[in-house]
Structure formats: structure tokens, C-alpha cells
């Protein structure tokens, strides 16, 4: 397991938020008053968005996949998310990155429609590669940056998560999320893990629950009930949002 990136000692200045929707980007955008950036700091002709803004002594951009160019659908899934965490990376110098987002959450680990967790550790559960260590990457744990202070003072949940780039979930997925001991499930959080890793970068996970993927939590589908929650979910994720970078304003990221 890949040691802590080691954090600075000067308070946090520079904030990315990665998100992979626009339903859960534009609640954030509003509520702490981001514009889109006229100057788009990524490669032309990427679907990737910026908004930018200053909220108190932070310097905030939030960077949001896009739409696909060919579907025009959000440009969910771990590939879009790792390529526009490394590109906002290289070119944003953040201190810290905040992944926003909407799961699934599993009944049976006490998640509840609406619920929003803290993430201690993140891997996958759709690499299946049979072969010793390989079986291992494929997996590809990695813990979450700690962040115990926040998570004192704001009263939040922890949870493991599981990613995947598949929004139903097959026995065997079942079966490796319950390997992960995960409480939730996404489709970008292990792939930003992964990025911020590699270019120590602390990272912290916030993901608000829109439905119930052990077992359905009211007589609508999975897909349909995700739908409906949608909206006020995604309106208690951006309120949390802004709790944490209240918290962070002023803080060094060895204080979280």
C-alpha cells in the first residue's frame, strides 16, 4: 500500500474538486459562487469544464468530465475521471483534491438513501486479473488521505468504497465489492485514488447516497430510484461541500 503523500506545512490554498456529473457539479458551482472559467487550462477540443472562484482564503476550481462528444451524455466511468484528475493536476498545482459525488450504498453496512460518507480506503472490483499479484493491481486498494479532525467536527460517516465502470452489479461484482468491505459503490472514485497517488497529491472522497444496491429500498428499479433522489441528493452533497471547505479554510493539510 502506497505511503501518505506528505502533506505541506503551509495552510491549504489551492482546492480541485473532481466531479463526474453535471447534476452534482452545478449544486456546488452555485453555492459557493464558481464561474466557468473563460480560459480553459485543459487541452483543446477535451469536454473537461472548469469553474473557478475564491471562497474566503481558498482559491477553488471545480473540474467536471463533460459531456461526451458523440452522446452528449455526462462522461461518467474511471477512464474520463482519472484523465481529468491528471490533467487538473498538472495543470491546477492543487494541495488538496476533493472528490464529490453521488453512490450507491449497501443496506446491509447501514446505508441509507441520502446518507453522505467520508471515505477511508477506495479500490475496484471489475479488474479481475487471476494471477498472483496482478490479482492485486487489478484490486488496486488504496487508502483515502485521513482527515480525522473534519471528520470529528462535522459529525460525518466513514466508509469503504468500491468502483466500477458498471452501473448494474453482477454476482461477481457482488461478491468483490463484499471482498473490498465496501459500504458504498461509484464509478470514478478509485480511478481519482489512483491518479493523486501517483502524483501525491492528498485526496479526500465525499459521496452522498442516491440509492440502495443490495436489494431495492422502495418498489422502483435501481436505475429509477438513482433518477428520483437525484436532485436532493446532490443538493445535501453540495451543503457537505461546503461544511468541509469551511473546515479547511485556514487549515494545513496535516490538521484535517
Not at 37 to 65: E, M, Q
Not at 127 to 138: A, E, H, N, Q
Request: glycine fraction near 6%; aromatic fraction near 6%; include cysteine.
Amino acid at each position: 500500500m502506497a505511503a501518505q503523500p506528505k502533506p505541506p506545512k503551509r495552510p491549504i490554498c489551492n482546492i480541485v474538486i473532481v466531479v463526474a456529473m453535471q447534476t452534482e457539479a452545478l449544486p456546488v458551482v452555485n453555492r459557493i459562487h464558481l464561474t466557468q472559467d473563460p480560459h480553459s487550462p485543459f487541452p483543446r477540443g477535451v469536454p473537461w469544464v472548469c469553474y473557478h472562484g475564491t471562497y474566503k482564503d481558498l482559491n477553488i476550481h471545480l473540474v467536471w468530465a463533460g459531456t461526451d462528444p458523440t452522446l452528449g451524455v455526462d462522461s461518467i466511468g474511471t477512464i474520463s475521471s482519472a484523465l481529468a484528475t491528471y490533467a487538473a493536476i498538472q495543470a491546477l498545482q492543487p494541495d488538496l483534491i476533493i472528490n464529490a459525488g453521488t453512490a450507491g450504498g449497501f443496506k446491509a453496512k447501514g446505508a441509507s438513501v441520502g446518507d453522505i460518507f467520508v471515505v477511508s480506503d477506495c479500490a475496484f472490483h471489475d479488474r479481475r486479473i487471476p494471477i498472483p499479484v496482478f490479482d492485486l493491481y487489478g484490486v488496486g486498494s488504496r487508502k483515502a488521505f485521513e482527515t480525522p479532525n473534519l471528520v470529528k467536527e462535522l459529525n460525518l460517516k466513514m466508509a469503504k468504497l468500491s468502483t466500477g465502470d458498471s452501473f448494474d452489479m453482477t454476482q461477481q461484482d457482488e461478491s468483490l465489492i463484499n471482498a473490498n468491505d465496501a459500504t458504498v459503490v461509484d464509478m470514478e472514485g478509485a480511478a481519482i485514488a489512483y491518479v493523486a497517488d501517483l502524483l501525491k497529491v492528498p485526496a479526500i472522497f465525499i459521496k452522498a447516497v442516491t440509492n440502495i444496491v443490495d436489494g431495492e429500498s422502495s418498489d422502483k428499479p435501481v436505475a429509477e430510484e438513482f433518477l428520483q433522489n437525484l436532485a436532493a441528493v446532490t443538493a445535501a452533497l453540495s451543503l457537505a461541500v461546503e461544511q468541509i471547505i469551511n473546515f479547511i479554510n485556514g487549515k494545513c493539510v496535516s490538521e484535517l
